[in-house]
């Protein structure tokens, strides 16, 4: 009996380093089951990822096998080659504090993390939905940690830039915006609505209480400088925010782009002077066909380009939703762009698609779809 308890322990540990070797990975393969090295699928949806002494690290929504609301919080992962990852746990966790911000059951969506260089602090922002109000509070939240795993502290939610306007609205334009009111307008999609759209007709209504805040994403500039890029206006307009030195609160210097366009999950990354965002439209869970905009300055003007998907499914964005673009780390052009191709019976198991971003011979990038890449053979380097 004791060789037979021998023997089957053996065979136990045989099998369980067995598993563990089968998840080193020795490519990235979009749309499958990413498995992480306990053999778990990464649950870091809407994410974003941070480079660090040496170490990349993904941030993401924890996301329940079924329902959408948010039970656990912000999980990070950690990597030195972007394609084997170990789950470092939970960065940012729920409060089980009743009519706290983020109370267990609010909605915790696109974290995104940058460090930092005055303070030497982590700083989370991620679009807060309070629970039991669906998605009407429209916030931004707030979290700082010293180190990039955490644990973060919440600092507190709001609605950017209240009692502020766009730094190019004139004082004509402020006055023309006052006069507008939402009763004249109860249909939506005439040209005189979207006309009151652009005018700001949802920019002046929100103005005293701070713009809506929901899908997002963070940039530092060359300069350090930190910009907050959200869907405001009932999704319907994109605003660039500046973020205070500390990246946490905000100058009052805010822009719109694309006023009326309905445009979510942006993406952001600098190439050659250029800015270059890529979006999605506002379709809920389904996928549809992405946008892209460039300007030489973050405070525009944005011109819209058609969606840089090419190839079979392209103008279902490879049924998949941006969520960040990043550069390979010791690369002078490697660009990946991430996103999630949801899966809304059970958002824990959606996919991840991650995607190497081409450029054409006048710049403007491209995203074909691969059925599996290395960012070493791809770029020459994961670091």
Not at 126 to 144: D, P, S, T, W
Not at 340 to 347: F, I, Y
Request: net charge negative; with cysteine.
């Amino acid at each position: 009996m004791k060789l037979k308890r021998i023997l089957g322990l053996a065979f136990f540990l045989c099998a369980m380093v067995a598993a563990v070797e089968a998840q080193a990975l020795d490519e990235i393969r979009p749309g499958q089951e990413w498995p992480d090295r306990k053999g778990e699928h990464i649950n870091a949806h809407g994410g974003g990822l941070l480079f660090h002494e040496g170490k990349y690290y993904w941030y993401g929504e924890n996301r329940p096998a079924r329902g959408f609301t948010t039970e656990v919080g912000v999980e990070v992962y950690s990597s030195s080659d972007l394609m084997n990852w170990e789950d470092e746990g939970v960065a940012l966790a729920v409060s089980e504090e009743a009519g706290h911000d983020i109370e267990r059951g609010c909605i915790m969506e696109r974290p995104k993390v940058v460090r930092n260089p005055k303070t030497g602090k982590f700083v989370m922002l991620f679009h807060l939905e309070l629970k039991g109000q669906g998605y009407a509070a429209a916030r931004v939240g707030f979290a700082e940690s010293d180190s990039p795993v955490g644990p973060f502290r919440f600092i507190r939610s709001l609605r950017p830039n209240a009692g502020k306007w766009p730094v190019d609205f004139s004082r004509r334009d402020i006055r023309k915006a006052k006069k507008l009111k939402e009763a004249d307008y109860k249909e939506w999609w005439t040209p005189e609505w979207r006309e009151a759209i652009r005018e700001g007709l949802l920019l002046a209504r929100d103005v005293p209480g701070g713009q809506m805040s929901r899908d997002m994403t963070v940039y530092v500039d060359d300069d350090g400088k930190a910009y907050h890029i959200y869907s405001a206006e009932e999704n319907l307009t994109l605003n660039i925010a500046e973020l205070t030195d500390d990246y946490l609160d905000y100058t009052g210097r805010y822009v719109r782009v694309a006023p009326g366009g309905q445009n979510e999950a942006p993406a952001i990354f600098k190439r050659d002077g250029v800015y270059w965002m890529i979006t999605s439209g506002c379709t809920g869970w389904a996928p549809n066909e992405a946008r892209m905009f460039k300007a030489t300055s973050l405070w525009g003007p944005w011109e819209q380009l058609p969606s840089p998907f090419v190839g079979k499914d392209a103008k279902k964005s490879f049924h998949t939703q941006g969520t960040y673009i990043f550069k390979v780390e010791g690369t002078e052009d490697g660009f990946v762009f991430m996103a999630d191709r949801w899966n809304p019976r059970s958002l824990k198991n959606s996919r991840h698609i991650w995607l190497p971003i081409d450029f054409e011979a006048d710049s403007t990038p491209v995203i074909r779809w691969v059925d599996g890449w290395s960012p070493v053979e791809r770029f020459g380097t994961g670091l």
